[in-house]
């Protein structure tokens, strides 16, 4: 198993979004993640999704679904400025930290958008992904409603992922990566049949 890498050239943006979630944080109590383990959990962790990237063409329109404080949306736009990243949440606390952090860093790509995914007007995305949000079921019924036809999923999941039972008519291809000292994790590819 690899280990994924951030471009360098993120390197001092990343910083600067880590210090702002600091100091977010400090009032806001947007995680309870210590700030040792957020680097590698948050950041490299999103990077894992970096090479699907590669055959988006400029314009394309990444759904982020249950950003939190943007991861992986905020990696993914800084990596891809010719793209449109949305970072979606039902969370206002958490999708005003993503604000200030476009109108900081900037991000002019990334767009974020409250609400419920049952409930938003469909978000046509070329790609799809999540961290931690829900089942593969919950996921693609929201995928289904948000994603253009054909259009693949990214879930980032535990190695365990396995156990969760993928919905008829989608496949689903595991590719599995390490964090240096979080452990096992897989990038689940799901795409319709």
């Known amino acids: 198993m690899t280990c994924p890498h951030l471009p360098p050239h993120l390197d001092a943006p990343l910083a600067r979004y880590l210090d702002l979630l600091d100091r977010w944080n400090q009032t806001h109590a947007l995680t309870a993640l210590p700030r040792a383990a957020r680097a590698e959990e948050l950041l490299l962790d999103a990077a894992a999704l970096l090479p699907w990237l590669e055959s988006l063409t400029a314009g394309s329109r990444v759904a982020d679904f249950g950003t939190g404080m943007g991861i992986p949306a905020v990696v993914i736009a800084l990596a891809r400025p010719e793209l449109q990243v949305l970072?979606?949440?039902?969370?206002?606390k958490k999708?005003?930290?993503?604000?200030?952090?476009?109108?900081?860093?900037?991000?002019?790509?990334?767009?974020?958008?409250?609400?419920?995914?049952?409930?938003?007007?469909?978000?046509?995305?070329?790609?799809?992904v999540a961290k931690a949000l829900g089942s593969f079921e919950q996921l693609l019924g929201w995928w289904q409603r948000h994603g253009r036809p054909g259009s693949r999923f990214l879930a980032l999941k535990g190695p365990d992922w396995q156990r969760e039972p993928v919905p008829t008519g989608w496949t689903a291809t595991p590719h599995p990566y390490v964090l240096p000292t979080r452990g096992s994790r897989t990038v689940v590819e799901l795409a319709q049949k």
């Open 87 to 92: 970072a979606v949440d039902a969370s206002a």
């Open 95 to 128: 999708l005003a930290f993503v604000r200030q952090a476009c109108l900081e860093l900037p991000i002019p790509n990334l767009l974020p958008v409250q609400g419920r995914l049952e409930a938003l007007t469909p978000l046509v995305a070329d790609l799809g």
